[in-house]
């Protein structure tokens, strides 16, 4: 089948006219048209090639060819709804298991992150029976209404704070109320939760779950001090909660080290949720919670069905056992690990040169520069980074921006980034930081 192809000028015109204007381009003074894209590059209209340092959905790569062939055998074959016994299925959520602690066996397929977070509410609240959620500051989970509720990032800028939802700080040891130069920023974060939660038993209410990425991304690219995580848990459970980890960004070996963000906080911790998204197809819309039978058991009682019409249906699931097989078949996790590790040195050997490097920080390939105008009172550059941005895309290479005032520049690529890609960007970096510095 032949698609139309139109120029630039014309698909940009075509957007602005059909598409809502919130739905934002990358580089919206001079957008970049993909036409194609492999592994970690993405090529334009005139056939330039980019190099891709944003997109952790193409979790094992643009287009790789084992996924698009999947794809096509099961979609040729067949793709039903799951009131249908199809061996896809329950291949699929066998494997997650193997990935996951013993304890969350079952699972629930859905197609997007937001829908998963949103089932992850409805779980915790049916279990619970209570109402309220903990949530970190700056966080953003999903654009379903449900989760703009929880999403600080997105309700400061809306209706505002619900009466349900309680603001923990975030835990980031930059720039947040307890730094590295404190003696135990773990437990000082996980007590600002206990104080939290006794401000919410005092008032009457009851919490149903504590809600928050494994490692916080568009607060500014966070790793959690190791054990905050099991204390909050503590704490959580203590007040009839559930601890909910959103893996939707961070899930399937992206840390390198381990499997999920949240195995971070050491063996023993487990989660009684855990929600995953966007990696997981491979650009196709796939998701899933996994929880315990309890809490699913829980969930099944309240005598409503629940059916999602796509939801691991088999093409999707082909397409997730696919995935699977090219994380493992490709080593990507110990790839993660070795290129994050050479970026990361990379970028604090720039440093040194840089005064306006205030922070890296990151595991495996999730990380995080921050950009300073002073590093004494760390004020944020964010013009600055807008430049660098901006003068990366000029020379083909693709980032983009997070943190609360937009001074953090991240690095979520496609797994099978590699040492050549690392080297490239951050002497691109190099040469465009001093030459800003020079102007």
Known sequence: MAFKTFKKEQTLEMRNKLIGQSCKLFYSDDPVKIVRARG???????????????SNVQHV??????????????????????RFLHDNLVQYADRLSATLPDKLCVFYFVNSGSEANDLALRLAHQYTQHEDVIVLDHAYHGHLMSLIDISPYKFRKLTGQKEWVHVAPLPDTYRGIYREDHPNPAQAYADSVKDLIDEVCFKGRKISAFFAESLPSVGGQILLPKGYSPKVAEFVHSAGGLFVADEVQTGFGRVGSHFWGFQLQGEDFCPDIVTMGKPMGNGHPLACVATTVEIAEAFTGNG????????????????????????EKEDLRENASRVGRHLID?????????????????????????????REQRTPATEAVAQLVKRLKEERICVSTDGPSDNVVKFKPPMCFGMDDAELVVNSMDRILTDMENQ
């Not at 790789?64 to 799951?82: D, R, V």
């Not at 409503?304 to 994380?327: K, M, Q, R």
């Open 304 to 327: 409503v069905e629940y059916f999602n019409t796509f939801g691991g249906n088999p093409v999707s699931c082909a397409i997730g056992l696919a995935v699977l097989d090219v994380i």
């Open 40 to 54: 970690q590059y993405l090529y334009d209209e005139n056939g330039m090639r980019y190099l891709d340092c944003i």
């Open 346 to 374: 990379l970028l604090t050997e720039l440093q040194t040169r840089h005064p306006i490097i205030g922070d890296i920080r990151g595991v495996g390939l999730f990380v995080g520069v921050e950009l300073v105008t002073e």
């Open 61 to 82: 790569g643009h287009c790789h060819p084992s996924i698009t062939k999947a794809a096509t055998f099961q979609m040729e074959l067949l793709n039903a709804n799951t």
